[in-house]
């Protein structure tokens, strides 16, 4: 299993980015997939979660500005962000987690299977 990230950069507040995540090793389509941030001294939180039916769900702070989204034929995850701010600054990692067997997906950082390294994103 491998999970890439790429597209963290530094920008200037109000700006946008558009990170990626390469998928591999296990059936994409079928996963929960999300989008995790942490910065230095805190805990990874949640961000975004897409499930296997393309339903999403946003933690409070990003809400009408992020979008997450996935290409099962590209097996990519992606997650659109907007407007940003100096508090969007952290490395953003990106997640799999099985469903379970109601099809629904986990929100919390313990019940995700597969991570990526991360990518940085500095909002100043």
């Known amino acids: 299993v491998q999970l890439v990230e790429s597209g963290g950069a530094s920008v200037q507040a109000g700006g946008s980015l558009r990170l990626s995540c390469a998928a591999s090793?296990?059936?994409?389509?079928?996963?929960?997939m999300g989008w995790f941030r942490q910065t230095p001294g805190k805990e990874r939180e949640g961000v975004a979660i897409?499930?296997?039916?393309?339903?999403?769900n946003y933690a409070d702070s990003v809400k009408g500005r992020f979008t997450i989204s996935k290409d099962n034929a590209e097996i990519t995850l992606y997650l659109e962000m907007n407007s940003l701010k100096a508090e969007d600054t952290a490395g953003y990692y990106c997640?799999?987690?099985?469903?379970?067997?109601?099809?629904?997906?986990?929100?919390?950082?313990?019940?995700?299977?597969?991570w990526g390294q991360g990518t940085q994103v500095t909002v100043s």
């Open positions: 997640a799999g987690a099985a469903p379970d067997y109601g099809g629904n997906c986990p929100t919390r950082e313990p019940f995700f299977d597969y």
């Open positions: 090793g296990f059936t994409f389509s079928r996963y929960c």
């Open positions: 897409i499930d296997s039916g393309g339903r999403t």
